[in-house]
């Protein structure tokens, strides 16, 4: 027998209901924000995510799966989606386009990280880019329409936390100011915060072990007055959108180019992996990935995790309404017409073998979790008429005309 690799699932019903359920709701909101579908590639060049995700993010350090191919190119396969729509939009000049740089994509991603309840080495986003659009209305719109999907897939007890990082200038000079209290602090530093004094030491902020401490003791960062503006006008945006949400200034997000606004929404029901979706404001990206000045927003969202939190609720049984029995070989043939009868009437309805025992069959029946048992039998098919059993209740079971028999039925469901 051969095994499924470590962190990689198989997604049977009811939880492959509820993905196609989530996505539904995300692509009824998408349609009512102006959102186009991209469906970017899985495999990419290396160099798209170490120049974009950044290469001292754990991402790219420790969790990209990249290999060199048969032509010997170095490639990657995508651990998040928006560099692939930030090349999309460079190389198919999508700024020339007039359209409203609205993308949205879903799509599988994949990180080796370490495997965990809620974690998983594929899992699925759902993820929003709005590229060009740099005023904070495109921000308060984009977190709006996120806490939007989460509602409609059902989520509920989220709560949702933003941030501003600043703009390179604010963010360069707190990055000099903050290393250097990291370095004179460094022996009460984790060994990962201690590598990150040089490299990228605004991510000893969110770390779960000194984040917590460094927030109260490190100095803050300090935004330019046109980005504390742009933060400000978010901020009463959000309020104005209705979005119940948090400054919480230790919100940094892992990746390297972020601008400005960065958020995430958590739910505590999830336990250590509680992020449901992240993203923030990119303002530099396009550009210094060699396309036009197009400062953008996004955010993705973790589909294994929304279904983990909605998993409890109704509307993921996959069920058949009514399921087909034929007590007799000379009703098999009926009972068989009568599936596609019942399924051209817009009953969900299944069988299991009729050339097995009566009792076979009803067996299969009340497993199936249907609600109703057809049962044609010679009596039957001699009269017309088919035998209905209430499979759910203690109703007794009933003969009904063939005629009447799809309106009496979806009295019953
Ligand atoms: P990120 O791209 O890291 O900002 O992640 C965005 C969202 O994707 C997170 O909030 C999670 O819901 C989800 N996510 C990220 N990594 C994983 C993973 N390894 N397994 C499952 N979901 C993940």
New binding site residues.
Partial sequence: MIHSLRGFRDLLAPDSTLFTRIEAAAREVFALYGYQEIRIPTIEPHELFVKSTGDTTD?VEKEMYAFTDQGGRHVAVRP?GTPGVVRAYIERNLSQTGKNGKYYYIGN?F?A?RPQA????E?E?IGAEQIGNPSPFADAETVAMLVKILEKAGVQGCSAEINSLGCADCRGKYRGILSGYLKTHADALCEPCRKRIDQNPLRALDCKIDGPRLAGEAPALELCPACADHFDRTQELLKLSGVDFRVNKNLV???DYYTRTVF??KAGQLGS?D?????GRYDDLVKSMGGPDAPAIG????V???ALLIKDSAGADTSPQIFVISASGDARAAAFKLLGDLRAAGLSADFSNFELSLKSQLRSADRSGAAVALILGGDEIKNSSCAVKPLKEKARQRTVPMADLIPEIRKLL
């Fill in positions: 991402i998040e991603m990180r990280e809620g974690r998983y080495r899992f986003q997000r892992g990746l995430e929404v992996q992020a449901v979706a992240g993203g955010w993705a969202l973790g294994d995790r929304v």
